[in-house]
Each structure stands twice: as C-alpha cells, then as structure tokens.
C-alpha cells in the first residue's frame, strides 16, 4: 500500500509539472485594435480569438486605439471575450492613444484592463442613432428614445464592472456624464488594473497572475513567453474598405452602370459581370451598416427607376426620377452621427451629375433612333446609291448588285457596266430597278 500510494503522488507529480510546463510555455497572441470600431474590427477581433484558442494560447493582448464605433460591433466583440477560453488583456497604448466611447466598454469587459502612460478613456455616452437632428426638448418621444438608450449603455457596462470587479460607479458616469480619465486616474480609481510603459512591462507584470477564462481557472507565465502578432489578412482588409459607406455607395453605383451598359449593348457581358459583383458587394456591406430603411428603399427606387429607363427610354423622365430618388437616399441612407460613417455630400452629387450625364446621352441617342430614317425594307432599299458588281452575259440591261449585305438582281433601261454608280428607284419581287447615279462606296 505505501509503495502504491508513493507511486500514485509520484505520477501525479509528474502531471502536474507537466501541465505547468506545458502553460509555461502557451504563447501570448497580440492583436491590434486602431481606428473606429466596424464589422471589420468585430471579424478581426472574433477570428483572432478563435486563432489564439486553436493555438491553446495562455493569453490574447489587445492593443487598443480607437475613439469609439458601431454599437453592434462593439456588442459582437464584447461576447466574443466573454466565451473566451483564453483570457483577454486590453491594453490601451502607445502613449497618446485612446479607449474612448466603445473602447471603454471593451476594456471593461477584458479580463485585464492596461494603459499606458499618457493615454485616455471614458466618453462612452451612446451616440445619438437617428439621421435627423437632435430632439428639441418638447420632442418628448426623442426623448424617451435618448434615455432608453442612455440606461441601456449604462446598465450595460455597470454589468460588466461587476463581472470584472472594477469602478462600477463611475463606468455609469462615463456613460451618462461622457467622463474621461487619464491612465493615472484610471489606475488610482481601480479602473483599469495595469500601468505598463510597453508591451514587455505589462507580460512582466502579468506573470503568475491567476485568472479565470470561461469558467476554468488559470495561471498565466508570460514572462519570457512567445508572442504571436496576428494581423488582419486580406478578408479583413477588404471587409474593412467595402464597409465604410462612401465605399458602400460607389460600389452600389458602379454596379448600376455595370448593369445598365449591359442592358442598353448586350453581349458585351464585361459590364454586366462587373456590375453584377459590385452590386453584390454593396448590398452585403450595407447590411453591416447601421443604415436607414428609408434611405435603402429610395435608393432601390432610384435603381429600378434607372433600369426601367434602358429597357423604356423616355427621354430621361424615369431616369431622373432614379437620380433624385438615389440623390435623397443617399443623403439619409447612414442611421448614426459617429464620425467616419457619414456620405460626403460632394461624393453624392458627383454620383448623380455622372448619372445624369449618362441618362442625357442615352437619351440623345434614343431622340436621333427616332429621327433616323429607316433603312431596312423596302424603304432602305429604294433610293439607294451602290454599283455594279456583274453585268448578265449578252444582256447589258440587268446586273447584279450588293445591298445591306446581300446580292440583289438589278434592271435599267440603259445598258450597265461593272463599277457603273446606280441608284435604286423601285423593287419588284427579287429585282431592282436602277437608273445611273454617280459611284457610292460599295455596300451603300
């Protein structure tokens, strides 16, 4: 029994030092977090996680500089490091950055908190989510709206002050009051937990320090360990440029003319195929957005107008319908006030003066289709300059001549000669009269 009793704490020993080791060694994964908070940010942010989790990481570090962004970017971010089996450590830096509006609740939510030296946070107060202007105090549903939204954030990052054991009060302040602190601040009123120089002063600072991650309790050993940057690849790139709305828009755009040269000169296909993609790409980013239905459905309008104008021209009545519709949707198309995520008004106006210029071109060109003179049938026959291509043997008086393509029998009541200019004056049947006319260019 005792010899079974060494051998059972010896190999439980072993496990235990093995498992402590194999820890010891679990790499740090860094990501980086700049620039407003988008979908892009979010599908970063969740694939790196998933990335660290695979790797059986010890730890994520985000590096954050950002003054705020979409709330359902941020929400998606946030539930992301809560499921995390890794444990998160926000870390705002380098000196002179900011974890403003959005970025503070991301913080909050970490199970570590970090700043540097010379960075801010705070400012979380919700952006207001309308496209029209602020509520006058005797709006009194926009009001309601402003205070919904305001307890909401603030009950929101109360939450997750608790769950972290940080400053719930004043986490409510940020909120209802826009309140800002330094990193010094932050650290003397328990905010934030960590005040690191660099990357390296905060792992070294970090090392032992027990977590839990999910349910599991950890020990991080960061001290010496490896680190692997993960950096946004060429899906989150292109996410991040198709989802900035002027992007958005001009794809919207490129995919409606794409369309409409390829409905008014089919076969062309180069346009159609182009357009059709651009159109998707708008259409997916713009489901990222927070954009107003309003403004979709007058942009939709605009598109369908200037559809129906290539397969039924009016001179441009229905197309510059479109044009005023897309104009008006475009303006109230973004339901937010966040800074970046706003349609340039020159951006939008040079889009319809392009718009319009086509549809005037396309109805030039349906104005001169109907002054044109028809020159197919009988009436493109008749009146007809071409020349002589045979003479019938013994025969002088007929010929052969080449007319829209086709060789046709001719009749005179001169003689003819090969390379003689004619001019048709009748069609009987398969035969056409000619009298001498000066030479035209073969083929009339």
């Keep these: 029994m005792n010899r079974c009793g060494w051998r059972t704490w010896l190999l439980a020993g072993l496990i235990g030092l093995s498992s402590v080791q194999a820890w010891a060694a679990a790499p740090v994964v860094v990501l980086t977090l700049n620039g407003v908070i988008s979908p892009a940010s979010a599908d970063y942010v969740v694939r790196g996680l998933n990335r660290a989790a695979e790797q059986q990481a010890q730890l994520v570090v985000i590096g954050i500089d950002t003054p705020g962004g979409l709330d359902t970017s941020m929400r998606t971010i946030i539930q992301a490091i809560l499921a995390s089996p890794v444990p998160v450590a926000t870390y705002v830096a380098p000196s002179g950055a900011r974890a403003a509006s959005a970025g503070t609740y991301i913080l909050y939510a970490s199970h570590i908190a970090a700043m540097a030296p010379g960075t801010n946070l705070g400012a979380a107060t919700p952006v207001q989510l309308n496209a029209g202007p602020a509520p006058s105090p005797s709006d009194s549903a926009g009001e309601t709206l402003t205070h919904k939204q305001i307890n909401d954030a603030a009950a929101y990052i109360r939450g997750l002050a608790q769950l972290r054991g940080r400053n719930a009060d004043w986490a409510e302040q940020a909120v209802r009051q826009a309140a800002s602190l330094s990193a010094q601040e932050a650290l003397k009123l328990k905010v934030v937990d960590y005040l690191a120089d660099d990357l390296g002063a905060l792992l070294k600072q970090l090392d032992g320090k027990p977590l839990n991650a999910a349910g599991h309790e950890v020990q991080l050993h960061t001290l010496g360990a490896a680190l692997i940057h993960y950096d946004p690849d060429w899906r989150g790139q292109v996410l991040s440029v198709i989802t900035h709305p002027s992007v958005a828009l001009v ?31 708008g259409l997916y980013a713009l489901q990222l957005l927070p954009v107003n239905y309003a403004g979709v459905a007058l942009i939709l309008l605009g598109i369908a107008f200037m559809v129906a104008e290539a397969f039924l021209p009016t001179f441009g009545v229905i197309g510059f319908g479109g044009i005023i519709a897309f104009v008006a949707g475009a303006v109230m198309l973004m339901d937010t006030d966040l800074p970046g995520y706003g349609i340039p008004l020159p951006l939008i106006v040079g889009l319809a003066v392009i718009s319009a210029v086509l549809l005037v071109a396309l109805a030039s060109m349906a104005l001169g289709a109907r002054k044109r003179q028809l020159v197919s049938g009988d009436a493109g026959l008749v009146g007809s300059h071409t020349t002589i291509t045979q003479v019938q043997a013994n025969n002088a008086y007929n010929g052969w001549v080449q007319l829209q393509g086709e060789n046709w029998q001719v009749l005179s009541a001169t003689p003819l000669s090969p390379g003689q200019g004619v001019r048709v004056v009748a069609r009987k049947g398969l035969l056409l009269e000619v009298t001498a006319a000066p030479a035209a260019p073969r083929g009339g």
């Design 251 to 281: 794809l919207l755009m490129l995919g409606i003319y794409g369309l409409f040269f390829e409905f008014v000169s089919p076969g062309t296909a180069v346009p159609g195929v182009l357009g059709g993609i651009c159109l998707l790409l």
